[in-house]
């Protein structure tokens, strides 16, 4: 009579599964290299300001970054760099940066304007809105961008000026833009959550002057008056 094998076979099974797992993971592994090397449509190239800082914008730019439940208003220097202002859950939307500081429209029992120290982050005054005529809605964009058949295009709502012509995938926008009060340059963020900055004219390409920007609004300009925001 032979001797019984349970011992050899229930030892192979394991390393057979160890065996295929490892394969698998180096398939998967290998699939997401291929697909982050080929397959993601990544946005148009554009050089950083702080690597190609002349000309300098005007003037800084600010906005509410709401990637987090805490809302934060980040401020943009001329130079390229990158301040975060304050944070508080009481932000609603920034209006308007005037002499007095960068303001902001909050919402409640009553709709208050704040204004916030571009310096120091601290409430600098608070009042209440007694007629919000002007200030109903969202800050509207300045431009429009389109993007077909692999060519993006962004013009200025007030002119149709095209301001930026490029090389992109469909799925690509610039999302909101904001006109500075001098009129001579534009402060865009795209959905690749990037801060651009090109002049009005389109004289030159857009410049990054900063990434990881969440937001869906337009960003405010130093010197944005409530007149000119409402």
């Known amino acids: ?58 003037a800084a730019v600010v906005w509410n970054d709401d990637r987090n439940d805490e809302p934060c208003l980040t401020v943009a220097s001329p130079d ?9 859950d009481e932000f609603g939307e920034v209006i308007a940066w005037d002499d007095n500081g960068v303001v902001v429209r909050t919402w409640g029992a009553r709709d208050r304007l704040q204004w916030i120290d571009p310096a120091t982050g601290e409430q600098q005054q608070r009042d209440e809105v007694d007629d919000p005529t002007g200030f109903e809605t969202y800050r509207t964009s300045d431009i429009t961008s389109r993007a077909r058949s692999g060519t993006l295009r962004v013009t200025l709502d007030e002119t149709g000026e095209v301001i930026w012509e490029t090389d992109a995938h469909d799925g690509y926008r610039v999302q909101a833009g904001a006109v500075s009060p001098d009129g001579v340059w534009v402060a865009m963020v795209d959905s690749a959550e990037r801060l651009l900055v090109v002049p009005a004219d389109g004289s030159q390409p857009p410049r990054v002057w900063a990434e990881d920007v969440a937001s869906w609004e337009a960003p ?10 409402g």
């Open 1 to 58: 009579m032979s001797e019984p094998t349970t011992g050899t076979t229930s030892g192979t099974a394991p390393t057979r599964n160890v065996v295929l797992l490892v394969v698998a993971a180096v398939l998967v592994i290998a699939v997401v290299v291929v697909v982050l090397l080929f397959g993601v449509a990544r946005p148009p190239e554009v050089v950083a300001l702080v690597d190609q800082p002349d000309p300098s914008p005007s």
């Open 80 to 88: 390229g760099t990158t301040t975060e202002l304050t944070c508080t």
């Open 220 to 229: 405010v300009w130093e010197g944005t008056s409530l007149r000119e925001a």
